[in-house]
């Protein structure tokens, strides 16, 4: 079980930590270009047998007025408490010729008939997530699809309105003007002159010539948005923003997802892989004390996983799940027999060096 706010997990390679946001992920779906399906290696291998079927569920709790409403038809009720139940089964087809063809699926529900859920609501469903290896700069970059115009398109103020004119699009309108008129009655006529008169005049068909115009492609909004980038500006260096910068530009740029007022509705899960990236340690505390801070204002939730002994020596010891050898262990008060007085010497005794004691617990 996770907690509200921030969740930690902590472990060596090869703990399980990724297996555990990869299975997040199977089931919610995340936002991006980022595909995840179920393949071969994902069922249970013993050594000489791989199973045939797997499952994973997924209980969304405490959920707000908001998001119920969102999976009004899907929800379960325990008690005086409703709450989203969702579970995706797989099975492996022998295909023969050492072949194998994965069919799954995912329903919404507390038992085997339940139905599968609609894709408005799986949409609502997609999580936030952050992949370890990730290229902040190629992410916020300007180009067809990118993350920062999906991201920027889910803000009420840039969805277009019938009738009227978006800001962005006059001054693109603008611009685009200008550009013309520079080609066409100004210095650049000479280099649309050369092009129109001296070479499409020749080469084109004479019962159709072909002729060209300078101007920016694309003044609708969504591609207006396409051709924004986020760009970082330091004090120290303006020109020269580095992955650790950049690494963080894309965090920021994500949360803004999850921010109440941006219009957007469904689960705020946010899933971050390695949040230390590229990250210098002092950042990386920064970073974390603001999840500590404002996950419960901002009400979205976050799963992380690290590596960083500086990172798991800040956190507070009930939102650490520590990894190891295929288990997962909470250190949530409630999950563990330590006393109240334990938790504080615990975290008065883990520094950066002892917490490193998380990543070799047996």
Known sequence: MFNKGVNVLVGEN???????????????????????????????????????????????????????ACFLEWLSIEGNEYYLKLTLSAFRKDRGNSSFEVFYDTRAGEDEESGFIGGEARAKLKATYLKPLRDAGHELAPRRGSRLSQILGAYDI????????????ETMNKANADITEYFENKEGKVVSDTINITYLKEISLQNNPLQSRFGIVGSELGRILEKLELI???????????????????????MLLLKKDSGYVGLRLSLIEEIEAHIHPQSQINLIDFLNRHCSKLQFQNIISTHSNSLASKIDLNNLIICKSGSAFSLDSACTLLEKSDYAFLGRFLDDTKSNLFSRMV
Do not use: M, W
């Open 14 to 68: 090869d703990a399980g930590k990724s297996s555990i946001i990869d299975a997040i992920r199977l089931v919610t779906g995340v936002h991006g270009n980022d595909y995840l399906r179920v393949s071969e290696d994902d069922f249970h291998h013993n050594g000489s047998v791989r199973s045939t079927h797997l499952q994973i569920t997924c209980e969304f709790r405490n959920l707000s007025t908001e998001e119920s």
């Open 158 to 169: 840039f969805q277009q309105k019938p009738d009227v004119i978006h800001p962005l699009v």
């Open 232 to 254: 970082g500006v330091s004090n120290i260096d303006e020109t020269n923003i580095g992955l650790g910068s950049n690494n963080l530009l894309f965090i920021a740029a994500e």
